[in-house]
């Protein structure tokens, strides 16, 4: 199983199985101890060619596939939802 998972949102599906997912995460500033958003795009691994644009989606860390591939999507939530 995956060691690293994270959540995000699909912003391109236009690759074949592969789809862009952008991260967002909050971390507090080291000096200011104010929270500021962190955004980080990841590409991952979609088999099934399911995911759309806008959604939900949880991505799992996994051994590399190609050279800027080394995630999966491990759960639609969207497809779950009946969206």
Request: with cysteine; glycine share 6%.
């Amino acid at each position: 199983m995956s060691r690293f998972t994270r959540g995000g949102i699909v912003t391109s599906n236009s690759c074949d199985k592969t789809v862009t997912v952008l991260v967002t995460r909050r971390v507090m500033h080291p000096k200011y101890k104010k929270y500021v958003n962190i955004t980080k795009k990841y590409h991952a691994h979609d088999e099934k060619n399911e995911c759309k644009i806008g959604d939900n989606v949880i991505i799992g860390e996994t051994h590399p596939i190609s050279k800027t591939k080394c995630w999966i999507v491990l759960e639609n939530n969207s497809v779950k939802m009946g969206m």
